[in-house]
């Protein structure tokens, strides 16, 4: 739960994912929703993307300060579905 004492019902706590190249085009955006302690989300990079490493940023929509900023080494599969990333938390 968040604290929100001006929001008139309770809020829960989420977050997104996004994914961003070097020049910071974005490539995958996710909304994840925290069920108990650990949650996963796949974001589906395009399968035109080329680059090196992809950027991930977590941001939360209810909390300052508490994002998270990784940048991974991409390696695309012959640009079929294997484009796709799990992050796990």
Request: aromatic fraction near 8%; glycine fraction near 6%; charge should be neutral.
């Amino acid at each position: 739960m968040v604290y929100a004492p001006k929001f008139p019902k309770p809020q829960q706590e989420s977050w997104f994912v996004i994914a961003s190249d070097s020049s910071g085009k974005l490539l995958a955006l996710q909304r994840l929703t925290m069920s108990g302690r650990e949650s996963s989300v796949e974001l589906d990079i395009p399968k035109d993307f080329t680059g090196e490493s992809v950027t991930l940023r977590v941001l939360s929509d209810g909390w300052r300060g508490v994002d998270f900023e990784k940048p991974v080494a991409w390696k695309s599969v012959d640009g079929s579905e294997h484009s796709k990333k799990d992050i796990s938390r």
